[in-house]
């Protein structure tokens, strides 16, 4: 099993910016493909972005593509979301997650999530 921590969340007025980290412990952080989502309140579960064990796979919602990067950094453990461009439809509690086996695109794909952590975007 693997533990998941989110944090970096906060307040930024729209086209800020913001890098969200996710810092893992238990079994060794690369054996997973990572996954990011995102919840506005009142909304269902929607994915962000995913990277896959090996980093060979990337996938992005359509629409966050160009503005958010997910990558990895093995020697920390942590995954991070990048976030750029932001706007206010962004506002949601963001969630990290691990898969064994491949980042796909829902929720119920990854048994392993972490507590989430609020972004606010301003007008």
């Known amino acids: 099993q693997v533990q998941l921590v989110e944090s970096g969340g906060g307040l930024v007025q729209a086209g800020g910016s913001l890098r969200l980290s996710c810092a893992a412990s238990?079994?060794?952080?690369?054996?997973?493909?990572m996954g990011w989502f995102r919840q506005a309140p009142g909304k269902e579960r929607e994915f962000v972005a995913a990277?896959?064990?090996?980093?060979?796979?990337?996938y992005y919602a359509d629409s966050v593509k160009g503005r958010f990067t997910i990558f990895r950094d093995n020697a920390k453990s942590t995954v991070y979301l990048q976030m750029n461009s932001l706007k206010p439809e962004d506002t949601a509690v963001y969630y990290c997650?691990?898969?064994?086996?491949?980042?796909?695109?829902?929720?119920?794909?990854?048994?392993?999530w972490g507590q989430g952590t609020q972004v606010t975007v301003s007008s």
């Open positions: 990277l896959s064990r090996g980093n060979t796979l990337t």
């Open positions: 997650a691990a898969s064994t086996t491949l980042p796909g695109r829902l929720p119920d794909e990854y048994p392993y």
């Open positions: 238990g079994r060794t952080f690369s054996n997973y493909a």
